[in-house]
């Protein structure tokens, strides 16, 4: 009889139970761990794809990396462009090829939002002026008057307009407020409401454009981008009126009278150059004409010095010839007759074809 030891397995037996659990979870362990390095890596490349953005073509980015601008605030243009997704980075985005207005808030009786929703102006006003409610201007000589004024600019340095102001737009607002009472101070009332309307606005517009430039705001005013208005406080606006309507006349009347000064005075040149021209034809008619006559007296001078008595018949022989011609009858009184004698009838005589006098 063989004795057997019992800690070591009969041959042929598998193996014991807890070394197939231990196996069986060390391969799960591994298929774990495949699924986890997969899934991270799954991870990583979607946190690395998200940081891809696209800059449209109106567009500029600025990318803040722990809230700092990147590469001193570069400009990222239009396109796609790659940045640490967040918290790391940020991409702020600007439309800085488009328009932005901001309005004066001082000088008009009205809010920007009053005047942006159309609200109807107040027909009249208080006699006194309270600068909490209503705000005005002074003009240069000294009257008080209502003014206002839009500015349309451009952001063309983002990284100043938002890094290095809390609110630049602010700024910009009291650029516009300062300019329009300034620009306000150096006209007097009339050149504003009408005669020098287009002066002003360009005045506000430079107070403007010098006032951001000295604060280098980051933005650009365009020539023309500056909009103005004005009024008269409201309860002169019927003096006023009065007086723009007696300005328009009196300038219609001096118009009146400068164009018929100018229809009269063309006129009455016209009329002297026309006489003077008409003078000077018959003056230098009536010159040639006595020139004419002074040489063929010169001729006839000479001739009558060469012979005076053959000058004398020749001109009686032509004077008598041409007063044969147009005459009828001719009547011949013989030489040293000092009587003539014709012999009337109660009748006149008839005329002869052959140029010969008839008795009846």
Known sequence: MNSQNPNVPPPGSGPPA???????????????FVIVQIIMVALVLVFLGSGFFTVGPQEQAIILRLGRPVEGGRLFGPGAHWAWPHPIDEVVKLRITSLTNADASVGWYQTPEERANNVPTPSSGPSKLNPAIITYALTADTNIIHVWATAYYRITDPSVFIFKFVNASAFITNALNNALLRASSEFPVDGILTSNQAAFRERVEQQVRDLIDAQHLGVTVDVGAVTVGHSPPLYLQAKFAEVVKATQERDRLLKAAQSYA?????????????????????????????????????????????????????????????????????ILLPPNSREYRLQLGREPQVPSTNGLPTSP
């Open 262 to 330: 100018n229809t009269n005075v063309a006129r009455a040149t016209g009329e002297a150059d026309t006489r003077v021209k008409v003078a000077e034809a018959t003056r230098k008619r009536k010159v040639e004409m006595m020139a004419s006559q002074a040489e063929v007296f010169t001729n006839l001078l000479a001739q009558y010095e060469r012979d005076p008595e053959l000058f004398k018949r020749i001109r009686q022989m032509t004077i008598l010839q041409s007063v044969y011609t147009n005459a009828q009858e001719k």
């Open 18 to 32: 807890e070394d197939a659990s231990s196996q069986a979870l060390a391969e799960a362990m591994r298929s774990s």
